[in-house]
């Protein structure tokens, strides 16, 4: 559905299945906490969660997503932020959560393009 796919080498899901749960309770295991989201049908790209977002000091800046194939996620990522209890902002300008930024130390770094 982007441009970076290769539609003619599809995805073995139940592989990709089996290393997402190895990789959850792996980071379980080592003390993390993981929260999930609900995916949503028809946005199969909704596992790149780290685009879902950008969090810092309990404020989540959630994404405007550039391309027509994602932009129907941004609305549960808010509404999953808002339940979660951040006090949530809806940016006025494209932006794909930590796909474009980083926080270091106390400065945080943005890209674009």
Not at 13 to 37: F, M, N, P, S
Not at 61 to 82: H, L, M, N, S, T
Request: glycine share 12%; hydrophobic share 40%.
């Amino acid at each position: 559905i982007n441009p970076w796919m290769e539609p003619t080498k599809p995805t073995d899901t139940a592989r990709a299945v089996e290393q997402w749960q190895k990789l959850h309770d792996l980071y379980v295991e080592l003390g993390h906490e993981v929260e999930l989201i609900e995916p949503l049908a028809g946005y199969p790209d909704m596992v790149y969660t780290a685009n879902g977002g950008f969090v810092i000091d309990g404020r989540a800046y959630v994404p405007k997503f550039r391309f027509v194939e994602r932009q129907g996620e941004a609305p549960a990522f808010a509404d999953w932020f808002r339940g979660a209890g951040y006090d949530t902002v809806i940016p006025e300008e494209v932006n794909e959560g930590e796909g474009d930024f980083l926080l270091v130390g106390d400065v945080i770094l943005a890209g674009t393009g």
